[in-house]
């Protein structure tokens, strides 16, 4: 199918035309999907965190242990932010 310049698509003329609205199976599954993330990414992450924790404190690196529990603390925290936004807006 070759489109021409002058031909039209609806869909992009009405800005509001994507605005669908998810099924309710298709929220549940995708919320779960980022508050599983963001709990595997926590735990994991504190894991192998507190598996280095010797080697982290001896190395000259200017992010320390505080530094890099706060950016998996962020990081888990904003997939599960993500999961509930997605299943309730």
């Known amino acids: ?3 021409k310049k002058e031909d039209k698509f609806p869909e992009f003329e009405n800005p509001r035309a994507f605005d669908k609205e998810d099924c309710l199976s298709c ?3 995708g ?3 980022f508050v599983a993330l963001g709990g595997y990414t ?3 992450g504190m894991q192998q965190l507190r598996a280095q924790q010797k080697a982290i404190e001896l190395s000259r690196s200017k992010y320390k242990y505080g530094s890099r ?3 998996i603390l962020s990081l888990s925290a904003t ?3 993500l999961g509930v936004y997605r299943m309730f807006i």
């Open 42 to 44: 926590y735990f994991s």
């Open 1 to 3: 199918m070759v489109f």
């Open 27 to 29: 929220r549940i599954l």
């Open 79 to 81: 997939l599960v932010g």
């Open 69 to 71: 529990q706060l950016g």
């Open 31 to 33: 919320s779960t999907a």
